[in-house]
């Protein structure tokens, strides 16, 4: 048999992103995905500049740009009052491209169209993986969902991307701490509401904010993040919920939650990996996406980071159309995630904390902070616009590695 064989755990954005690269260098690709079929978990996502250039790799980039809503936008305080203007014009002049809005269906149903018809496999979930070293491959037991059976694979790659409670990372990393908690919930919802929402802008109030994202359909994506004991839930129902804590807010955030049903509104506690794994691979295993580094959402990195950690894996590991012999000094596996966690972590680890600085920021609680917050945005927003972009340059200035 000839070609290498990647067996990949999970078939979130950043799973299928790995398949997709990976069956692009010629791997012979499996996905395993527990869940009997794709439901994308949430309701939107940004794609940034540097997340663009890595879909441009793997094909779907233009089709990305295809449902961009171009138009203006920026950051408001809770009386609607805009603190910081922004503009698709301004945002491409600086990073060479635009940042997309759109569902997490539409990217999803994107790269599983770029992906190889018979590699995703549902039903599938992970049980336990055996990293293999130099010479031997990876072992992957497979348990079977619905049919209660199991098996083993052999692989020359795995790659995990199952997520902050990664189970392979727990396996491999059995000290790591694993993810804590934030202290805020987030609520994300799809809505149409009537009159549609002009503008996109992001909403900053005192230890709460909103994501007002209007999508090229007419529709909204919508986000809105407030402290909550871990594992909250709303007694009358999460939407009642984002009416109390939400509907003295400007408009269209009242607006916007009134249009959506409560069976819309999807609700999740804001964990990260606080605590940095001490690299991104084991044997001939790499961790990839959330399972890696998982963040929070406060630069909108978390999905794009996996798409470029999909990207710089494939280039890592080379073609997969000749086979491994693994002989001494023939195997090249272990050494290619070598470098791959040499690359990524420091950059991922870098985006994490920012956005964990981030945060601080964006869900400021004392009134006289916040008062400052607002006044030095929107001063340094009419003084010199260009401050505040910079601070992107690093993070939306990534470039996929040259052939």
């Known amino acids: 048999m000839g070609g290498r064989t990647a067996v990949i755990a999970g078939a979130g954005i950043g799973g299928l992103a790995a398949g997709c690269a990976l069956a692009r ?26 997340a663009l250039r890595a879909l441009d790799v793997l094909g779907v980039g233009d089709a990305v740009r295809g449902r961009a809503l171009r138009g203006g936008g920026g ?29 997490r269906s539409d990217l999803v149903g994107l790269l599983l169209g770029a992906l190889p018809e018979s590699a995703l496999r549902t039903g599938a979930r992970v049980v336990s993986v055996a990293p293999g070293r130099a010479g031997r491959p990876a072992c992957v037991e497979v348990h079977e969902v619905d049919r209660g ?19 392979v990372r727990r396996a491999l990393f059995p000290r790591h701490p694993g993810p804590v908690y934030s202290g805020a919930t987030c609520w994300r919802l799809l809505a149409r509401p009537e009159p549609p929402v002009g503008e996109a802008a992001e909403i900053w109030g005192r230890g709460r904010c ?18 909550a004991p871990e594992g909250a839930r709303a007694e009358g129902g999460e939407a009642r919920a984002l009416r109390e804590a939400f509907g003295d807010w400007c408009d269209p955030v009242p607006r916007v939650i009134g249009s959506a049903p409560e069976d819309a509104v999807i609700r999740g506690d804001l964990r990260w990996l606080a605590t940095r794994l001490p690299e991104y691979h084991r044997g001939r295993v790499a961790l990839l996406g959330d399972a890696a580094h998982a963040m929070l959402p406060y630069l909108g ?16 590991v080379g073609r997969g159309d000749t086979p491994e012999r693994r002989t001494s000094g023939s ?73």
């Open 25 to 50: 260098r010629g791997w012979r690709v499996r996905v395993l995905e527990r869940a009997g079929e794709i439901r994308p978990v949430g309701a939107g996502l940004g794609v940034a500049p540097n």
């Open 149 to 167: 059976g199991s098996e083993t694979l052999e692989a020359d790659l795995v790659v995990a991307a199952d997520g902050i409670d990664s189970a």
């Open 331 to 403: 195997d090249t596996v272990p050494d290619a995630l070598a470098a791959y966690s040499s690359s990524r972590a420091p950059r991922a680890n870098a985006v994490a904390a920012a956005s964990a600085r981030a945060e601080k920021v964006t869900r400021m609680r004392s009134r006289a902070g916040t008062a400052v917050r607002d006044a030095a945005l929107a001063t340094a927003s009419r003084m010199t616009p260009a401050v505040f972009m910079r601070q992107f340059d690093r993070t939306f200035g990534w470039e996929p590695p040259a052939e």
């Open 210 to 227: 909103a994501g007002i994202m209007p999508l090229r359909d007419g529709s909204v994506y919508a986000y809105l993040v407030a402290p």
């Open 301 to 316: 990195q978390g999905a794009c980071q996996a798409i470029e950690d999909a990207v710089e894996l494939a280039h890592a």
């Open 75 to 103: 950051i408001r305080a809770a009386s609607g009052r805009w603190l910081m203007r922004t503009d698709q014009d301004g945002v491409r002049r600086r990073f060479g491209d635009e940042l997309v809005v759109l569902r």
